[in-house]
């Protein structure tokens, strides 16, 4: 089984619904990152928590809110999907602040 | 801006030919990552470089950290098919919290 686990890897919705995006971990790590990933944009950050009382924004959280609901899981909300939020999702965990990341294997959403 | 520029973006080869990826910026950092990622999958972590003049060798690919810690670069000899993916370089940005930021990525292609 895999140690970062996104669900769903696939989902299909139209302008204006609600979304979530879940990651579950089974690493142990405390630090658990939402990315989005465009074509020729690389990885950008939404989203970071660095324990579970802990929510940060990363340099484009606009249009979407986290929970973080316990150490092991941690999920990203789309309130109301808009077009422009068609991307791949990538949820990462770490051990240490700038250390290497485990990432899950991604939630492709696409939003008519 | 990208703070980490990665060029080429597309790199087709054949079989056997010799590439070299790298990875730019204004800023110093003080360590630099490179991922793969393989299509449907998540970036994997490749090597980690700290030192500046850094050398490190994995199997065919070397990696070579700047002496000023501005700049990497990734050399693949005799590529093969089985290189083929997204390569990205990572580094803590400290302004960011410390946080990894990504390059755009390097998409590589190796026909046989």
């Known amino acids: 089984d895999a140690d970062v686990t996104q669900t769903p890897r696939n989902r299909i919705t139209k302008t204006g619904k609600r979304i979530m995006l879940e990651c579950s971990q089974t690493k142990g790590h405390d630090r658990m990152y939402w990315y989005r990933q465009d074509p020729g944009l690389g990885l950008r950050l939404i989203y970071y928590?660095?324990?579970?009382?802990?929510?940060n924004k990363g340099e484009i959280s606009d249009g979407y809110s986290v929970s973080r609901q316990a150490q092991a899981k941690f999920s990203l909300s789309l309130e109301s999907a808009i077009p422009n939020q068609t991307a791949l999702y990538f949820c990462?965990?770490?051990?240490?602040?700038?250390?290497?990341?485990?990432f899950g294997e991604g939630s492709r959403l696409t939003v008519l | 801006t990208q703070l980490l520029e990665q060029s080429p973006q597309f790199l087709s080869i054949q079989e056997g030919e010799n590439l070299t990826v790298y990875c730019n910026s204004s800023s110093v950092f003080s360590s630099l990552q490179w991922y793969r990622q393989e299509p449907g999958e998540g970036p994997v972590l490749l090597v980690t470089?700290?030192?500046?003049?850094e050398v490190k060798k994995l199997k065919r690919l070397t990696f070579q950290f700047g002496d000023a810690r501005k700049d990497s670069s990734l050399h693949i000899t005799a590529a093969q098919p089985g290189d083929t993916g997204l390569y990205l370089c990572a580094g803590p940005f400290y302004n960011q919290g410390g946080k990894l930021i990504f390059g755009q990525g390097t998409e590589l292609s190796v026909k046989p």
């Open positions: 990462a965990t770490s051990g240490r602040l700038a250390g290497e990341l485990f």
């Open positions: 470089v700290v030192t500046g003049g």
């Open positions: 928590s660095f324990d579970v009382k802990d929510i």
